[in-house]
Each structure stands twice: as C-alpha cells, then as structure tokens.
C-alpha cells in the first residue's frame, strides 16, 4: 500500500487540479473578506457608497455583520458551513481518483496489486494528506487575510482552531471517502461531479432534512456530513463534543469498506 | 528456442470460464505455455483473446476455473511481481510525461532505482520523447510506452494484447526484434495479435481460440506440417471442375475455397489438371501452387474448412 501512496503522491504533486482547486478557495476567501471589508470598515463602507453597492442605511446595518464572529468562526462560515470546501475538496477527489480509470492507469495498478484494500488504502490515505494541507493552508490563508484587510475579526485561541480543525479532517476525510466510493462504483467524472456538487454542497441533505423533518426525524441527520461540518462545535466544552470524531471515523470506515467492496467485485 | 526451463510451465489454466450474465465470453480454456516460449493467441475480435488476458494479468476475476502462473496461484505477490502486462490500450495519464508515467508504474511496483525506468524507455526507442507529454504522442508512441510500462521490472512473463496496434513498419520492426530479444533471454510471452503475418515471425506456439473456447494449441513445427503447399487454380465453373478433379485425379483431395477457386493438397501434377481440364471445355483463368500461411490457416480454421487435425 504504501508503494502505491508513494505513487499517488508523485502524481498529487504534478497535477494541475490540486492547485487549481486550492485557488479556488484561497480566490473566494479573498473575495469574502473584500466584500466584508467594503461593508464593515469605514473606508470600505465610503467606497461602497460612493459605487451605490449599499444605501446609508443599509450602510449603517451592514456594520454589525461580524459581531461576536472570530477568525475561526469566520473561515467556517465562508469554508465549510456553506459546503464550498467540500464542494472543491470534492472535485479535485473525483478528478484525483477518475483519472485512474479514464486513462486506464488503473490496469498497471491492479495487474501488480491483486490486493484491492491497497489501492483504496492508499487513495483515501492521499486525500487525507491533501486534505490536511488544504484545511492548514487555507486556515492559514484566511488568517493572512484578515491580517491584510486590517484585522476585521479578532484571533480564536489556538486550541479552539487545532480542535475545530482536527475533527473537521476526520469528516472531511469521510467525505473524500464516499467521492471515492462513488467513483470506484461509478467510474464516471460526471457522477463523480454531480455528486461532489448535490452531497458537498448541501441539496441532497438539505432536502432530506427538510422531508426528514416533517416526521420529527430532521435531528438524524445532524450526524450526516454534511450537516456535522456546519452545525459541529467549534470549540471543545465538553466530552459530548467528541461526538464529531465519531461521524468522521465512523463514515471515513463505511465508506472506505464499501469502495473496498465494490473494488473487489468488478473487474477492471 | 531457449532451453531453459523447457518443462516448467509459466501459465497453466484450467477449465478457466468467464460469464458477463448468461453469456460465456471464456469457457473452459486449458492454456499449457511453457517457461521461455513465444505463445500466439489468435482469435476473432470478441472472441475471448482480451478476457483471457485480463484474467492472467489479474485484471479480471475467473467465474469458473484455476489459473496457476509459474505453478503459484495468480494472486500470489510474488509472481505478480515477475509479470508484466500490456492489455487492449497501454493505460496512460495523457498529461504526465512519458518518464513520469513509466516512475509511476516504478513505485507502483517499489522501484526505487530510477536506471530501470531509462533502460525501459531505451529499449523501446524513448528515451528522446521521455520529457514530452503523452497526450502529445501518436498512437503508435503510446503503445510504445505501453510495452516499456510492461518491460519494467525485468518481468519473467509478458502478456502483450495487441502490442503493435498502432505502429508503423519499423515500429513493428523494432517490437518483433525487441520480442524475439526478451525470448532469447528465456522469457515467456504470451502476445496476441491480429497482424498473423508478424505473428508468425515470433511466436514459437500457437493456441487458436473461438467463440470464448480453445480449438486449437500447435506448435509453430506442428503448423508448418499443417500449412502444407496446394495447388490453386482459377475457372469459371468451380464445382464441375472439382467433380472432375475428383473423379481424374483419386488421390487428390480437392476443395473449393470461398474465393471460388479450387484447391489441391497432396502430389498434384499441376500440368496434368490444366491439361484435363481444358480438354473438357473448363477455361483455366490462373493456376499455380501456393503456401498456406498463419493466416490462411486461421482462417480455415474459423470457417470450419477442410480438417487439417
């Protein structure tokens, strides 16, 4: 497995998509912060009325927006609470792990390893390290951000942002796992990339919570991925918070099984 | 022919069957491929040559049957190791370079001396494009890189789908060198092709496969007594002409091939059967006598023809 990690990573570092995608967020996260800087500061706000983006009055509600926000409370809203992390994360996964089939790279990579758990071993082990030094770069980012546009909300301890971190990586890792499950099933960029979309940015769960929730069934799905990434606690009070390890671990392994499975099943 | 290991088998299969639903794409085919032999497979498009190989190079799993390579069972590690595998396209990332695709398969395989990588792209004429980006390569490139892909690891065994798709006349030229290379120093290949002509410059067995089933195993001493010469004439009335022949000539056996012609196996005087034949108003357009090559000899095979076994 670990021949094939070392495999993956050389191709990881010589593939467009991964700094493409992480452009992406870095390039949304500057226009977050731009758009609040308009709106929150005064010089911005003076620009944004002298353009006629905002009325006075709208000017003076405006300044309120990031009240009792912090650094990390900000990079979730404009990251992960929205589904747009996962939603790119999602993307390059499926572009990372579609690629193997499209150029039918995966017959050199299955004609050495009849073992079929190393190849996902190895793809999900991947994306965990992608997803690591995207969530760390682009937290970091963020924080270079904030600091550029003159401090627009104030610093989250760093225990607060290792812990929201460290859980966010497990369920993210969960996500790249089920890309994974979808394309190893599906072998298709289409399926792949409606499914990054419809599951990384909310439609599908939204709508199963809103359906779930007409029958008091609503609160099951605060255990899904998507909706752990949005409502999940952003700093540790107490052993209850734990609880987002678990989502993270429990579907990064359920997930994993079944591409596992469905591996093993189809021929190549 | 190497000597070596001359009795040792590098492939055996038995009642090896493949089914896609109700449908037998394989059904079971007993492959016997000796260590050091050049192995032929032959067979019509769909006929079960492709599924064969993947289930040898593992790429797809047996319904029914066993298959043993170098007398271990095929999902041993350590005989995967000694195989190398070039099945329908070579399987390349298009916007990797050559070298970087051929270090790929290197750690794949947990290579880690890169020389191995720019002796493959040596061999198979690379080493120029190795920085250029497959995706710019022409057909015949790819499945270059494709045969140095399976070179890679100095494999004991190759199976080589359709190698020379592709490949203009000295790539074509420079694959049959580059086989019969790798048969003298002892490997196995097992290659399949539908180019029976450059087939027949390298392989040194033959197995004849139809409808997913084996019909035939010989050896290239064994297809060489079977190709034996005919005499060929063109007329315009073929069946009369061979009623005659038939009933002139006893110890001919005569038949009419599916281009109309008639021909004769066996001590024909060629001479004699013009003679005949014209003395009973048959005009003669061409005659002459011909040497039945691989690809006659498939063909007959397919259409069910005259018995040669």
Known sequence: MFNLLRMDLYRVKRSKSLYICFLLLMLATVLVYGMMWLLETPKGQEISLRIGMITPQEAAEAGSILDGIDSLGFFRQISLDGGMYNLIFGIWVMLFVCA????????NIMAMHQNRWNYIGSKVMTTWIVDGCYLGGHFLFALLMNRLFGNLVPY????????YLSWVWFVTAAFASLIIFICVLTRSVAAGSLAAVLLGGGPVVMTLYKIMDMFHMGDWLEYSIYLTCAMGP???VSVKDLYVYAVGFGFLILYSMLAGIVLKKKDI | MSTQGVDKLAIETRALTKLYKDKAAVRNVALRIREGEVYGFIGRNGAGK????KMLGGLAYPTQGEIRLFGRPVSDAAVRRRLGV???AAGLYPHMTARQNVVMKARCMGLTDESSVDAVLEVTGLTDAGRKKVKHFSMGMKQRLGVALALLGNPDLLLLDEPINGLDPEGIREIRQLIGKLHEE???ILISSHILGELSKIATNYGIIKDGEMIEQLTREELEEKCQDYFQIEVRDAGRALALIEGTFPGVQAEVSDSGSVRMFGAVDGAAVN???VENRIAVYASGFHH???EEYFLDRMEGGRQYV
């Open chain 2, 50 to 53: 492709s599924t064969t190989l």
């Open chain 1, 100 to 107: 193997d089939f499209q150029s039918g790279f995966i017959k």
């Open chain 2, 292 to 294: 039945m090559d691989l």
């Open chain 1, 234 to 236: 952003q700093r540790y």
């Open chain 1, 156 to 163: 989250a301890g760093w225990e607060d942002a290792a812990f």
């Open chain 2, 86 to 88: 070039l099945i329908e």
């Open chain 2, 186 to 188: 002892g490997k196995t």
């Open chain 2, 275 to 277: 003679q005949m034949l």
